[in-house]
């Protein structure tokens, strides 16, 4: 999850955003923000995705399902995070559908 941390803090400095903005704008202490780029949290898929929406990026484009996975069937732990998303009611940005 540590490439995660490292991604985002590289596209946030890329659109010129402070950690500041990033955490007033996810309701968050600018150190609670410091600790999602520095992976001293785990980023779940709430953080990612408002991460993502104030970066107007895919969630992909932080972090990769893959990431997390290890082997190489991408597309069914895929279908599988997605198909659990909807039996738990977990709302599903159009962009990942």
């Known amino acids: 999850m540590k490439i ?3 991604n985002i803090r590289k596209i946030r400095r890329s659109k010129d955003f402070t950690q500041e903005y990033m ?3 996810m309701g968050i202490s600018q150190k609670a923000y410091s ?3 520095n992976s001293k ?8 995705t408002k991460i993502s929406d104030i970066l107007d990026i895919k969630p ?11 082997t190489d069937d ?8 997605l198909n659990y ?4 009611g977990i709302l599903i940005p159009d962009e990942l559908k």
């Open 74 to 81: 991408y597309e069914e732990k895929y279908l599988e995070l």
């Open 23 to 25: 955490a007033y704008e």
């Open 60 to 70: 992909s484009e932080i972090c990769s399902i893959s990431d997390k996975c290890g």
């Open 35 to 37: 600790d999602i780029e």
């Open 4 to 6: 995660c941390g490292q």
């Open 85 to 88: 998303m909807k039996k738990k």
């Open 41 to 48: 949290v785990k980023i779940n898929l709430e953080i990612l």
